[in-house]
């Protein structure tokens, strides 16, 4: 009887394909492989762990290269960028969450160095106001 925790090299296969290929499609993966698509759903609850590890380490070298160009485009004035940055320190906080007897504030300075949590060595800091992005620099030695 084979043991279960052994991996056969049709299923280290299957786990290093979706890992090099995940933006591809399930469809396209188990075609790539020549495997049924219960196959594909089976191996990749069995892996998923694996999977997911590996995807970790694949991206890990990438967050500061991926932090500095989410940085650029909050400063470009990316609306989406900019709600990103807020997301990820929890700054940000969606209208529905909101308490709407408080009044919103109108001038609000965002340091992008510190909201990407020091991911950059930048020192800009952009003005928004009334929710919109100037294309305003603080000097970082200004006080806020």
């Known amino acids: 009887m084979k043991d279960k925790k052994q991996i056969t090299p049709k299923q280290k296969s299957f786990i290093e394909t979706v890992v090099s290929n995940f933006n591809e499609t399930d469809l396209q993966i188990v075609e790539k492989l020549g495997i049924a698509r219960n196959t594909f759903y089976k191996w990749r609850r069995q892996f998923q762990d694996e999977i997911d590890k590996r995807l970790r380490e694949k991206f890990a070298h990438s967050k500061p290269r991926i932090y500095k160009a989410l940085e650029k485009k909050a400063i470009e004035g990316d609306v989406q960028a900019i709600k990103l940055a807020l ?11 909101m308490d709407i007897r408080e009044k919103p504030q109108c001038n609000i300075v965002v340091n992008l160095r510190e909201a990407l949590h020091q991911a950059s060595e930048s020192e800009k800091v952009v003005k928004v106001i009334d929710g919109q992005p100037t294309n305003e620099l603080i000097p970082s030695d200004e006080p806020i």
């Open 87 to 97: 997301e990820l320190t929890g700054e940000y906080v969606p209208h529905s969450r």
